[in-house]
């Protein structure tokens, strides 16, 4: 049985599409989107061989080697321009998301979807989807196991510049209300704020304590720069702290 995390990457796969899980690990996102019905076929890259290795084997167990290929390769140099319609990295952090993304920008051509599941970095890769100019469309917040992921899509849209401009534009959320202007809005997440779960609270309160811990550990320094990123992070602590008290 698939875990929620990888169910809910699935049902965010349009039915019919071609699939590419890139950095797939056991390639269990692709063998259960071909089995469901959801990919007509697959492409599971991975960059290292011990993970290539068990997909080639799920994929055999699963008897599905003529719908699903696996790919030794970095990133998007498993796949050529055109080839998929839709896109999954998940698992990783932001930073290399959008890493992988930047280096194979070419073989996106075609591509309708993309869909994303960081582990850190959520910001990171909103900001890439908005400069880039994807059309940021969906955003799932839930916790398993004691962690708490974020999914997010990006679609092609021949409207998207000015559909994002106005999911990114100042917001005003809660009672009493705070506005939140566009760099907020990339760090919360335009959607999942509005919509501001039990589990965003609980991401948030958690990211509260930490920051509070950072703080606290960088102790009475008399430098100017160690004194200005302290308060600086304090005052960061202060907005979060605003917000999740005023959400509905
Ligand atoms: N996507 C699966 C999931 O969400 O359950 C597996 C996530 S696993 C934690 C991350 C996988 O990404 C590893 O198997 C790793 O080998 C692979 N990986 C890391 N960097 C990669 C890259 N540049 N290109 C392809 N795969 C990569």
Known sequence: KLSERLNTICSLIPSGSRLADIGSDHALLPTYAVMEG??????????NQGPYDA?????????????????????LAAIQPGEVDVVAIAGMGGALIVR????????????????????????????????????LTSETILEEDGKIYEILTGDRSSSAEEENARLY???????????????????????????????????????????????????????????????????????????????P
């Open 169 to 247: 534009a100042d917001t005003t959320v809660g009672q009493p209300p705070v506005n939140l202007d566009r760099e907020q809005l990339l760090e919360f997440g335009p959607f999942l704020v509005r919509e501001a779960s039990p589990v965003f609270r609980d991401k948030w309160a958690g990211e509260i304590s930490k920051l509070q811990r950072v703080a606290g550990s960088m102790g009475r320094s008399d430098s100017e720069e160690a004194k200005g990123k302290r308060e600086a992070l304090e005052r960061h602590i202060e907005f979060l702290k605003e917000v999740l008290v005023c959400l």
């Open 38 to 47: 959801r990919a007509v076929s697959a492409v599971a890259g991975e960059v």
């Open 100 to 135: 992988i993304l930047t280096e194979g920008k070419e073989k996106l051509d075609g591509v309708k979807r993309l869909i994303l599941q960081p582990n850190v970095g959520e910001d990171l890769v909103r900001r890439w989807l908005l400069e880039e100019g994807w059309l």
């Open 55 to 75: 997909a080639c084997r799920q994929v055999a167990e699963a008897g599905l080697a003529n719908k699903v290929e696996v790919r030794l390769g970095d990133g």
